[in-house]
């Protein structure tokens, strides 16, 4: 059962989550997506899952996977810079515990 809560962002939970994920930027006009990830997410395929529906639908991302548990000020800098260059106009994020 996927559960949608609607706060000043939108989350998507539960099985079929990501399936989402693409009709929601694509409703909302975004053109480029700032995927934020941490490494070992990246390392077991999980963030695949998503860049993969990206790459189907031909929609542009940048991924960004130096997440640290607990970040510093300067880990969250880093992150506002990477996005920044990016250039990217909305932030898909993908957590797993």
């Known amino acids: 059962m996927v559960n949608r809560i609607v706060l000043n962002t939108i989350s998507y939970h539960g099985h079929g989550a990501i399936e989402n994920i693409v009709p929601e ?3 909302r006009g975004y053109k480029k997506a700032f995927v934020c990830s941490d490494p070992d997410l990246v390392k077991f395929g999980v ?4 860049t ?3 790459d ?3 929609f542009a991302y940048a991924l960004y996977s ?3 548990p ?3 000020i ?3 800098q880093d992150g506002v810079a990477a996005f920044k260059a990016a250039e990217a106009d909305c932030i898909v994020t993908i957590g797993g515990g």
């Open 52 to 54: 993969d529906l990206l």
């Open 74 to 76: 300067q880990n969250v």
């Open 25 to 27: 930027l694509t409703a």
């Open 56 to 58: 189907a639908a031909n």
């Open 47 to 50: 963030t695949k899952k998503v």
């Open 70 to 72: 607990n970040p510093t």
């Open 66 to 68: 130096d997440i640290k």
